[in-house]
């Protein structure tokens, strides 16, 4: 509080300014200021007004919860402290709200409309970003908000603010893999060419890990007679850090003859405490560039270095292997993931239509195409 004399045009004048903050919630200020008052007990009396004002406005922002910002950091912490998410997940969400909600950021909870968040909707859809993108913005922020409601941070009456915003339904599309004469064309050609990265592709395919995970393998996680890889590590390469799997869960992957042979290569070739080649694009994240950059060189479809983790689960599948063995192999931790893999190997279909045999004619000819030779 404070009440200044100055001078203007040769004469005096005064200047009250005032300032109350919240003692619930500091962030909750309100403030006042008046010039030109020509007297000192008129800026007297003003400042008492001014003072009474700013006490009924923080007492109205207290009635109407936490900024919406600070129920996101509270929320954050919330995840980091009693939730099982990896902290790239939390700081992701986090990082897309502080984003695309921008445009309510600073309000307090209970002034936040629906009108608000579809206007971030519709921000994030004039940036070009996907209906699924949109989809993770609109469930994000309901749940954040729900939350906030069930911790008090809101009043309890308050409808949901995400409840009859609607996106279009997103279409399902088959995961893109390269079929098993692909694979096999892929690795063969891998090798003849001497390509530097032919052993960790072909420990991908063969184990199902991830990019991080496979950076991260040290000989100490490979136990060659019992024929076991331990995957427990992960390399974050955007924080540049050795962390846990993306599960949060250790797991272990059978090492077939295949991998027993390359594997067996590569311990005697290395005194590196780490089982794959350090390769400086690798190193630097550019894994996937140069998985497409040799799928074009020899005629494959383009794919990235993620998706031998799906020909690792939709493979395995469709040769019998069971959902709970492939689901602990990759280490997924929610059967929906494993679920499209088992729909594109066609596990529970196969043989469905063979009753419909007997419907056809018996076809002659030697355009027929024989099977099994």
């Not at 445009?103 to 307090?108: E, L, R, V, Y």
């Not at 609607?166 to 690795?187: C, N, T």
């Not at 950059?293 to 469709?318: D, K």
């Not at 040769?319 to 192999?329: D, Y």
Request: glycine share 6%.
């Amino acid at each position: 509080m404070a009440i200044k004399l100055y001078q203007f045009e040769n004469k005096k004048l005064y200047e009250v300014y005032v300032s109350h903050r919240s003692t619930i919630n500091p962030s909750f200020r309100a403030q006042r200021r008046k010039k030109n008052i020509e007297t000192k007990g008129k800026a007297e009396r003003l400042e008492k007004e001014l003072i009474i004002q700013c006490i009924e406005e923080v007492k109205n922002l207290e009635g109407r919860g936490d900024k919406w910002c600070q129920v996101v950091d509270k929320y954050k912490v919330y995840k980091e402290t009693f939730e099982n998410v990896q902290q790239d997940t939390i700081d992701d969400y986090v990082s897309m709200l502080r984003i695309w909600t921008s445009n309510f950021w600073d309000k307090p909870i209970a002034d936040i409309s629906r009108s608000d968040v579809r206007h971030a909707i519709e921000n994030a859809k004039k940036a070009g970003k996907s209906n699924s993108y949109l989809t993770k913005i609109l469930h994000t922020t309901g749940r954040v908000y729900q939350w906030a409601k069930d911790e008090g941070l809101c009043p309890n009456n308050l409808p949901s603010i995400s409840a009859g915003i609607s996106i279009a339904k997103v279409e399902e599309r088959a995961p893109k893999i390269l079929s098993w004469d692909q694979l096999q064309f892929f690795l063969q050609k891998a090798y003849a060419l001497n390509n530097p990265w032919y052993e960790i592709w072909a420990t991908a395919i063969h184990t199902g890990m991830r990019s991080g995970e496979l950076f991260a393998l040290k000989w100490a996680s490979v136990d060659l007679e019992n024929r076991t890889i331990l995957v427990d590590v992960s390399f974050n390469k955007r924080k540049n850090i050795f962390k846990s799997t993306k599960s949060g869960q250790f797991r272990s992957v059978p090492i077939n003859d295949f991998l027993f042979q390359i594997l067996g290569k590569l311990r005697n070739e290395t005194k590196s405490e780490f089982v794959l080649p350090r390769i400086p694009r690798w190193e630097i994240g550019h894994q996937a560039k140069c998985v497409q950059s040799f799928c074009s060189e020899i005629g494959l479809p383009l794919i990235n270095f993620h998706t031998f983790r799906a020909c690792f689960a939709t493979h395995l599948l469709s040769q019998g292997v069971s959902l709970g063995q492939v689901m602990k192999c990759a280490g997924w931790a929610e059967l929906k993931t494993v679920q499209k893999y088992n729909r594109l190997a066609g596990v529970n279909e196969k043989g469905a239509t063979d009753c419909l045999n007997a419907l056809g004619p018996v076809l002659k000819g030697d355009n027929v195409l024989k099977i099994g030779g």
